[in-house]
């Protein structure tokens, strides 16, 4: 079955520093990947997302992910953090099923504090 | 460019009232619409989905229910709430054929008294 851990639930950085959020994922074909971020109270935001093609994918507001097929990970970075990209992030892995349906698999979260 | 809209935004209502929450999706035509529920301090569960007018199917069984009466609108009801319904509950929509990225609406904060 398809599964999406993230194994860092709280991580702290400090602004300015370099971040890395974790992803991996279990899914027998060629996944399709996205990372989501979702402030308090509000709903997601696909930051980006990994169809096939360059493993080095740019996303919105700074952010890139790396897919690496032989550690089943799909990594979030980001070189220098500021203060507004506290909040929480999701990885999702995408499935079809029944032919016509879509559904994405979301990981726990990871929320992210950026100290001053 | 296409929009989604839920509302309310926040309710409150009491054990074994009835529950009504409402999805639009405004640019687009035919979407695949969703449905997850997201409790305090865990991920996202997926309650729904809907490929088309009156197609619906259900990821977990529960007191809610949903319904598409129409293309572009995806209703989560209930007919008692119970404590456990309390959550935020997110509406999303994709194209449908592949897979697709989801977009999501601003949600609905429900606390269940």
């Known amino acids: 079955a398809q599964s999406v851990t993230q194994p860092d639930i709280h991580i702290t950085v400090s602004e300015g520093a370099s971040l890395e959020l974790r992803c991996n994922y279990s899914?027998?074909?060629?996944?399709?990947l996205f990372w989501y971020v979702q402030s308090p109270g509000q709903g997601l935001q696909l930051l980006l997302k990994?169809?096939?093609?360059?493993?080095l994918v740019q996303g919105i507001k700074g952010f890139e992910a790396e897919f690496k097929r032989s550690q089943s990970s799909f990594n979030l970075r980001k070189p220098s953090v500021h203060w507004s990209d506290a909040a929480e992030y999701f990885c999702a892995v995408g499935a079809v099923y029944g032919g016509a349906t879509n559904k994405l698999i979301f990981g726990t979260g990871t929320l992210l504090a950026v100290q001053p | 460019s296409q929009t989604i809209h839920q509302w309310p935004a926040t309710l409150v209502q009491p054990v074994g009232s009835p529950l009504s929450l409402e999805c639009t999706v405004e640019?687009?035509?035919?979407?695949?619409l969703y449905w997850y529920r997201q409790a305090a301090g865990r991920g996202l569960q997926l309650l729904f989905y809907s490929v088309g007018i009156g197609q619906i199917s259900s990821e977990v069984p529960q007191n809610l229910s949903a319904s598409r009466p129409q293309d572009r609108q995806f209703i989560l009801s209930s007919k008692k709430l119970l404590l456990s319904d309390s959550g935020f509950y997110l509406c999303?929509?994709?194209?449908?054929?592949?897979?697709?990225?989801?977009?999501f609406g601003p949600g609905t904060r429900l606390t269940v008294t």
């Open positions: 990994y169809f096939s093609g360059d493993t």
């Open positions: 640019g687009t035509s035919n979407p695949n």
């Open positions: 999303a929509w994709s194209l449908s054929g592949a897979i697709y990225e989801q977009y």
């Open positions: 899914y027998g074909a060629t996944p399709y």
